[in-house]
């Protein structure tokens, strides 16, 4: 592990002073090839910057965000790097991998699996929360200070993430997020793949059970956008607000009349996110 | 021509307190179906408000400026609607029409096809300048106030339609445009194609042979990456600069060190020309 990790580059593209670059590397978690995007604002080129993680949702890669949230204008002004990892392992081959766009490629779910065939390479909650993070440290001017966010599976996992590892995350928000997976068709169709039939094995990436456990007291701002196609049947806000309630849990649940659940959405909203995680990532 | 046009909706997202919203229709120009989309501004929940054509390059369809440029936030600020046009007739078949990226599909350059078997379908010019207008003028609250901006090959598009058409635009700017087809690789194979061998009868398409005929007094605001990979060979915007300071023509160009031909280089530079373009049309 004191052996730097090779990065490949793949593309650089100046964007609002600072630069918008693309690598792929080796996982040795995910066990295959990976592409990452990282965004790097002026202020990089001078001094070490804090970083944000964004995690995208079900088909996305590295660059849905990067090129559709229009985040980049304001992290420069902010000072803050933003890295996006892909959604799933890449280049492999596993029966059924590529045959529905809610499980497989694509759809890794930031859990850890442990059933066959999945869980030699879809092990997307280490690659996101411990190597990811150890090979950009490892290669950008980064001040240690982390904040996470995400949309939709990707809002899921960035509130595992946060809640799960107290102290980590400086701060945390999401758009549309999967908040009760063990609850909705999308994510008991990932758990039970990925994980097995014991539902008592998904409690630990479901961010309900993991408030109603007190596993942190880490404040979530969350943004749900009211025209969402998903709302009823895949998000339900509403459980979480209930699960945050009961165990007086900090939560900042807005819901955004007329949002449906696109990059629109993000777009509109990134700013007052960026701000909130500007907040926590420069306070002394 | 009294008969209203029927605008079949496909999308429609809430975006910065407007909507983004994108329709099919049969174009007479190009004798086939086309799609568009339209960002209005919340302003035009209440009043007419002003219009820009945003005109984009090869490969693009109405999608790549709406999704990427970052431009709605802006737009609902200054409360200006914004029309993308695709960039080619489509559904048709012709021979060889989909065989390179920079020809036939996503390639109609903005022109009126005199050659067969192009001549029947490829009029971008018309359509984007007389029928799209009259129909988008049916249809949403706009004041008649418009300005015409684009990128690549719509940065050709905008400039020329402008030159051509004086007085019909409150102003025009560019990103990166083509500025002298006829002396570029892009632009002679799309002017053979789509108007025969004949050098006189490309010329009208041609920013800089328009400049130097005097054809308008319309001032030029460009943005041109100097890390542009198509900046020596298709851009030559040193052409246009050299023709205009001739021909005493007005022209603001700004060459972006670093910036390459991406989104990443329009977003970073579109406040700055919403902004411009605002100024011409809120001015009594």
Not at 239 to 268: K, M, N
Request: with cysteine; glycine share 8%.
């Amino acid at each position: 592990m004191t052996m730097t990790e090779n990065l490949e580059p793949i593309s650089s593209n100046k964007s609002f002073g600072g630069w918008h670059k693309r690598y792929r590397h080796r996982s040795r978690a995910l066990d295959c090839e990976m592409e990452f995007a990282i965004y790097l604002p002026p202020q990089a080129e001078t001094e070490r910057v804090p970083l944000l993680w964004w995690l995208s949702g079900l088909t996305c890669t590295d660059e849905n965000f990067m090129q559709k949230a229009g985040a980049h204008r304001v992290a420069a002004e902010l000072g803050i790097a933003i890295v996006c990892p892909d959604t799933s392992p890449r280049g492999t081959d596993l029966p059924g991998e590529h045959e529905s766009y809610d499980f497989g490629s694509g759809a890794g779910f930031y859990v850890n699996a442990t059933q066959e065939p999945w869980k030699k390479h879809y092990r997307m909650y280490d690659y996101v929360a411990e190597e990811l993070p150890s090979v950009v440290r490892q290669h950008f001017p980064l001040n240690g200070r982390e904040a996470i966010s995400g949309h939709s599976m990707g809002g899921h996992g960035a509130l595992i993430l946060a809640l799960r590892r107290p102290g980590h995350y400086r701060s945390v928000s999401a758009f549309s997020p999967i908040v009760n997976p063990t609850q909705c068709p999308w994510g008991r169709k990932a758990f039970r793949g990925y994980l097995g039939d014991d539902p008592g094995a998904w409690t630990q990436y479901d961010a309900c059970e993991l408030v109603a456990k007190g596993a942190s007291s880490q404040p979530l701002f969350i943004d749900q956008g009211e025209a969402d196609q998903f709302l009823e049947e895949q998000l339900k806000p509403e459980r979480l607000e209930a699960v945050c309630e009961e165990h007086d849990h900090p939560l900042t649940l807005r819901r955004q009349p007329g949002y449906d659940h696109s990059y629109f959405f993000i777009a509109t909203f990134i700013e007052d996110h960026l701000r909130y995680h500007a907040e926590h990532l420069h306070k002394q």
